[in-house]
């Protein structure tokens, strides 16, 4: 399983960013999810979807302004993240499950994309 995250950058506050997860030799009944990291604090759940059915979960800090969905064509998950926060400010990581969407105890991760929101 390989995952390779990409769409980081840096904008201000209120904007928008658009995070992709290109996957990989990923079985077709995962869970996909986004997790993030802020400098000295603890990795967080973001939000996860299922591969098959599109089920979702969220973070109360994100839920309405950001959404998670896959396109199961180019097998790629995205996020789309708006009116970005300076408290979104984190390095962020896809990773993918064999179990729950809201667990922290992803079996497989990507390397992580720097999301940087200016006040």
């Known amino acids: 399983v390989q995952l390779q995250a990409s769409g980081g950058g840096l904008v201000q506050a209120g904007g928008s960013l658009r995070l992709a997860c290109a996957v990989s030799g990923i079985v077709r009944n995962v869970a996909m999810g986004w997790f993030r990291q802020a400098p000295g604090a603890e990795r967080e759940f973001v939000a996860a979807?299922?591969?098959?059915?599109?089920?979702?979960a969220y973070a109360d800090s994100v839920q309405g302004r950001f959404i998670i969905s896959r396109d199961n064509a180019e097998n790629t998950v995205y996020l789309q993240m708006n009116s970005l926060e300076p408290e979104d400010t984190a390095v962020y990581y896809c990773?993918?499950?064999?179990?729950?969407?809201?667990?922290?105890?992803?079996?497989?991760w990507g390397q992580g994309t720097q999301v940087t929101v200016s006040s």
């Open positions: 979807i299922r591969w098959n059915g599109g089920s979702t």
């Open positions: 990773a993918a499950n064999n179990g729950p969407l809201r667990t922290l105890r992803y079996d497989y």
